[in-house]
């Protein structure tokens, strides 16, 4: 089969969501699978096939559409810039995937609600079209509304994301989630039918993480103290600022550990300021965007994840892989993927206080630490296993594809 | 998904730019004062026209200068209907039609922008 894999962030991006495509094309096409990936690109600058090297650029489109879209016909469009910014670029991602060709696809799976509302209008129309969504784009957005995005038209973007949210999970053949989190989200409250939701787990491939893990990093951990570690994306929707407090708290009580933070995002700044205002200069280190993150996490001996809004996160499947004790916020699918007490521990979101005596207690009780470590370790190998993953997405491609072939035979 | 929101400001940045030239969004210029020294200002001694005269003149340019111009060409409708906004006057220089023509015979048939299913989307207000 020809299977286009495609999403409207931009790709390549550090990310789970560009690991995953990545990882499923390898996947596909060790089974014969001709697969191209398919992304906007260059912070949205163009929209490209990453792996042929196709592209059409955005400014080439832009003026035309801006002209056909004018603020006179459509003003409330223009009233909020979210809005206004989602409209140009959902409508220009179904022009460029148009241009680049969407006709040659056996399959197209795409990986987020606005994808898959876009490709749904462009696509041939006998074209299975299977979506996996990796969060809810509405839940993200209702936060940053509140924050970074607050606007006195706030109330308009809200509608508009939750309806997007709606129209992309309703525009496949089938909407594929990693946990009951979304699929409750999804079916009670953008009102998805049942029949048209699936919870597969993505699966991950261990293998080339055990490699990459063996490899050498040039940090090294300090003699006599514990690594702390977090792994992801410097946003507000990551919560690292949580963190950075409850350590503060338990320097107060201890000086036997060290944290990294390891990613980048657009509140690096701002956290080395709280990091630098609380003193903690010295004992946490801001590693930035890295390629050797499972060798570091081998080297960390609690790995934490403080989120405020969270699916299936990539980081904390690699903890788990990697044998080491998590401490994470009890949100979205994440009490899914740790079992308190068991294989990890769950603190409530913001929570300060609960990270700080979480992190005590595994930095004083290490027999527990490494008990949570080793279940969930044990229980991560066989639950994220590749080859279970891709077995039930190939079914799903199945299932779709037969359902797509009898509905045209039934005409 | 921060990284789908976090790019609005180059994003709408990028709308002003035109063939890579810098961001004009925030690009208004004031008008400059032009500072003459006054000792460089020379008398001129010739007789100035009258008032009359420099309209007259001015209506002479104007007219040459229109019937010389070519017109600027316009946008011909190519592409309408793939549009719910009728046409409009647009130069026929932004419409890139070595794009625009793929896509257009590559579009379903009842494809349009905005999408008909969702149009409710833009009078939220309403």
Redesign the interface.
């Known amino acids: 089969m020809k299977i286009l894999l495609a999403t409207?962030?931009?790709v390549p991006?550090l990310?789970g969501v560009w690991n995953y495509m990545q990882q499923l094309k390898k996947s596909l096409e060790e089974r014969g699978h001709e697969v191209d990936l398919m992304g906007y690109g260059e912070?949205?600058?163009i929209i490209h096939k990453v792996n042929t090297g196709e592209k059409?650029e955005?400014?080439?489109?832009?003026?035309?559409?801006?002209?056909?879209?004018?603020l006179y016909?459509?003003p409330?469009?223009y009233?909020n810039?979210?809005?206004?910014?989602s409209?140009?670029?959902r409508?220009l991602f179904e022009?460029g995937a148009?241009?680049l060709?969407?006709?040659k696809y056996d399959l197209i799976h795409t990986q987020d609600v606005i994808s898959t509302a876009s490709i749904k209008?462009?696509k041939?129309?006998n074209t299975p079209l299977i979506a996996t969504l990796h969060?809810s784009?509405a839940h993200?957005?209702r936060h940053?509304l509140t924050t970074?995005?607050q606007s006195p038209t706030s109330?308009?973007a809200r509608?508009?994301y939750d309806?997007l949210e709606r129209?992309g999970a309703t525009s496949s053949d089938l909407t594929i989630v990693a946990n009951h989190w979304l699929e409750n989200i999804l079916r009670d409250e953008f009102g998805v039918p049942q029949h048209q939701l699936r919870v597969l787990h993505y699966g991950f491939d261990s293998e080339e993480f055990i490699k990459q893990k063996s490899k050498q990093s040039y940090i090294d951990r300090p003699i006599n103290k514990k690594v702390i570690i977090y792994s992801g994306?410097l946003?507000?929707?990551k919560g690292v600022n949580y963190l950075i407090q409850a350590l503060a708290n338990l320097k107060a009580i201890r000086q036997d550990w060290i944290c990294w933070i390891v990613g980048t995002?657009?509140k690096q700044e701002e956290l080395q300021l709280l990091t630098k205002s609380l003193n903690l200069d010295n004992d946490i280190s801001f590693l930035g965007s890295r390629d050797d993150v499972p060798a570091l996490l081998s080297k960390a001996d609690i790995y934490v994840l403080p989120s405020i809004i969270e699916n299936q996160p990539l980081s904390l499947i690699e903890a788990q892989l990697a044998g080491k004790p998590s401490i994470v916020s009890n949100v979205g699918g994440l009490p899914e993927m740790i079992e308190n007490n068991v294989t990890g521990l769950l603190v409530e979101p913001k929570d300060v206080y609960g990270l700080f005596i979480s992190l005590n207690r595994l930095l004083t009780d290490s027999l527990f630490a490494k008990n949570l470590g080793e279940n969930a370790k044990k229980w991560g190998m066989t639950h994220w296993s590749f080859e279970n993953g891709i077995r039930n997405l190939l079914k799903a491609y199945d299932e779709v594809l037969l359902k797509k072939k009898t509905g045209d035979i039934n005409g | 998904m921060g990284k789908y929101t976090g790019s609005l400001k180059k994003w709408y940045s990028s709308l002003f730019k035109k063939n890579g030239e810098k961001d004009i969004s925030e690009s208004i210029d004031e008008f400059s004062i032009n500072e003459v020294n006054v000792e460089e200002l020379s008398v001129n001694e010739e007789p100035q026209p009258n008032i009359a005269q420099v309209e007259h003149t001015y209506q002479n340019n104007v007219q040459t200068n229109i019937s010389t111009e070519s017109p600027i060409l316009l946008y011909d409708g190519k592409y309408d209907d793939l549009f719910l906004t009728p046409t409009a006057t647009i130069p026929k220089s932004i419409v890139r039609e070595e794009l625009w023509d793929v896509i257009k015979e590559r579009l379903p048939e009842d494809y349009t922008i905005p999408c008909q299913s969702s149009k409710y989307l833009y009078n939220i207000y309403f």
């Open positions: 409207y962030w931009n991006h990310g912070e949205n600058t059409v955005k400014s080439k489109l832009l003026p035309f559409l801006q002209a056909k879209f004018p016909m459509y409330n469009v009233t810039k979210l809005v206004e910014f409209e140009f670029h409508y022009l148009t241009y060709g969407l006709e209008r462009v041939p129309q969060g784009v993200e957005i940053q970074i995005h109330h308009m509608e508009y309806e129209l994306r946003t507000e929707l995002g657009d």
